[in-house]
């Protein structure tokens, strides 16, 4: 089976830094993607790593490491605009097909 | 160039009566899958097609649901009879050659 967890909640300063956590077990892992959702519309893709290190895109980094079953999203200068939800969630080719499983979520909310 | 377009966007029915959730991928993408979400158990996994076919319905909570793909720009998942329980936001998402999901704007449904 599969299992992921993630803080519920966060907050944080305008400007700031945020690191969120997502630790996760699974069979037939093939990649962690994070999603954005803000309230009341659909997730979005923000990244993706299936190897080891840090992706960058812009304000937004993600860090994997398959042997600790870890990754963070880091997201930098915060903006009242980045106050949502994040997803983390873990591709899983266990059958033979690639599903995606998503964690919880983490509420972010930035204030000023 | 027009995402993955759910119908009805909101739905209020009485327990009992038989909701039909109806969801067109995006053009050229070959998996299509229904997820729900509330408050309490996230983004769960009910069904994932791939080339019309469904793989895994392990995720369907029960009997009363099913799910059809009849062909590759149409799906639907219908509940027959349904409960309160069943109220939540349903997403249909599709995928690209790259693994990335692409979710509709979801349909709120209201069982009471």
Same mark, same amino acid.
């Given at each position: 089976?599969?299992?992921?967890?993630?803080?519920?909640?966060?907050?944080?300063?305008?400007?700031?830094?945020?690191?969120?956590?997502?630790?996760?077990?699974?069979?037939?892992?093939?990649?962690?993607?994070?999603?954005?959702?803000?309230?009341?519309?659909?997730?979005?893709? =923000?990244?993706?790593?299936?190897?080891?290190?840090?992706?960058?895109?812009?304000?937004?980094?993600?860090?994997?490491?398959?042997?600790?079953?870890?990754?963070?999203?880091? !997201?930098?200068? =915060?903006?009242?605009?980045?106050?949502?939800?994040? =997803?983390?969630?873990?591709?899983?080719?266990?059958?033979?097909?690639?599903? !995606?499983?998503?964690?919880?979520?983490?509420? =972010?909310?930035?204030?000023? | 160039?027009?995402?993955?377009? /759910?119908?009805?966007?909101?739905?209020?029915?009485?327990?009992? /009566?038989?909701?039909?959730?109806?969801?067109?991928?995006?053009?050229?993408?070959?998996?299509?899958?229904?997820?729900? /979400?509330?408050?309490?158990?996230?983004?769960?996994?009910?069904? *994932?097609?791939?080339?019309?076919?469904?793989?895994?319905?392990?995720?369907?909570?029960?009997?009363?649901?099913?799910?059809?793909?009849?062909?590759?720009?149409?799906?639907?998942?219908?509940? /027959?009879?349904?409960?309160?329980?069943?109220?939540?936001? *349903?997403?249909?998402?599709?995928?690209? *050659?790259?693994?990335?999901?692409?979710?509709?704007?979801?349909?709120?449904?209201?069982?009471?």
């Amino acid at each position: 089976g599969q299992n992921i967890d993630q803080p519920t909640e966060m907050t944080a300063t305008e400007g700031a830094i945020v690191q969120i956590n997502c630790t996760y077990q699974t069979s037939g892992f093939n990649g962690l993607f994070w999603y954005q959702q803000h309230a009341g519309e659909a997730p979005t893709f =923000l990244s993706y790593n299936v190897l080891d290190g840090l992706e960058e895109k812009g304000r937004f980094s993600s860090f994997l490491s398959r042997s600790k079953g870890y990754s963070y999203l880091l !997201l930098k200068e =915060l903006q009242m605009k980045d106050s949502a939800s994040y =997803l983390c969630a873990v591709r899983d080719h266990s059958g033979g097909y690639n599903k !995606l499983i998503f964690g919880a979520g983490t509420r =972010l909310a930035v204030h000023p | 160039d027009a995402g993955v377009i /759910q119908s009805p966007r909101h739905e209020v029915t009485e327990m009992g /009566q038989e909701v039909t959730l109806r969801c067109k991928p995006i053009s050229g993408h070959d998996y299509l899958f229904w997820y729900r /979400q509330t408050m309490m158990r996230g983004l769960e996994l009910l069904i *994932y097609f791939n080339n019309n076919v469904p793989i895994d319905d392990s995720g369907m909570p029960e009997d009363r649901f099913s799910a059809k793909m009849p062909n590759a720009s149409f799906s639907t998942l219908k509940i /027959q009879p349904s409960e309160p329980r069943d109220s939540a936001v *349903y997403f249909c998402a599709s995928r690209n *050659y790259t693994g990335e999901l692409f979710f509709g704007e979801g349909s709120r449904l209201t069982v009471l």
